[in-house]
């Protein structure tokens, strides 16, 4: 009986993930000061404009009474595994000896965004905050990077001219979650710094945070070596997503094995692979997840602790090769 109640689990398992929902994590941007200037030339972003996968891009310059140059750009990009955004930032100015000036022209660039992050299910994830500040003349008159999360006045990334990294545990959901991002560089070429130039980059990443769920592979076990692999992950969803790496062939016939035990079993056909799971369920793939296409299991049917062992299966119907990849193990702790 129990092997037979792992096995209604496991096929709740697949079925719940044959139509794959809509990922309930999304994030949004939009400015709140979005400007290059350089001397008396302002370029400005309205207060309000999204930000979105293309960059978002302001360039200012002027040539009175010296050089000078700030740029500033930022994009947004998201996937099942990834949500970012980066915010770069430029600035040069530059005092001619022959000017009879005293100081060159007053350059900055500004990147102050307000980000969204909408989740309409329990979202588990981890961010990762980067700034990174290159000075290729000193000194610069102003660097800021500031990030806070829930935008309750509490920094936590407070960044200047040295690196920083910031790495946190994301829980939330339903709901949303602001994210305020302040990014500035300014400075100003005088008789004493004839030049002054720099560049300030910040990625902000959000990835899926597996919890208390363990990956991990065992090597395929056949005759020879073969050019088939099963590779998985966790999304934002909590699901886990497979994906088979196999050779292009118009005659495969492929299959996903879920099991709850392990196994050595000798497989009928060259290269003498082995089965390293037993076959509960058997998900029969189509051609676009043979080639590459993800395949989704739902986790949400499953009560801890629990382990889950899948192997992919290939079967070229011409050659008459059946073909075993590695065993993806999916446990608890």
Known sequence: MPHLAMQHVLVAAW?????????????TASTIQFQASAGPDLQTAPAGTPILSSPLYRSASTQIGG??????????DSGPQLLSFDASLYVNSVLPGSSSAFVGPLV????????????TAPVFAVLTIDWRFLAYIFPMAGVTAQVDVFDDGQFELNGSIFPVVVTLPLAFGPGSLPIRVRTLLAGRANVKSRQISGTGQLHIRLTPNPGTMILSSTPSVCGTPIPLALAADVDFDRRIRFQIAAPASPSTLGALILGSTLSMVPLPFPPQCHGLTDPLVVRWLSPAEVAGTPVYCSTHNLTAPFALH???????LQSGQLLASNRMTIGSR
Do not use: F, K, N, P
């Open 15 to 27: 079925i719940t993930t044959i139509h794959v929902a809509a990922q309930s994590l999304t994030m």
């Open 310 to 316: 899948t192997q992919a299966l290939l079967l070229d």
């Open 108 to 119: 900055e660039a500004t990147a102050e965004v307000m980000l969204t992050l909408t989740a």
């Open 67 to 76: 050089i000078g140059t700030s740029w500033v750009q930022s994009s947004l």
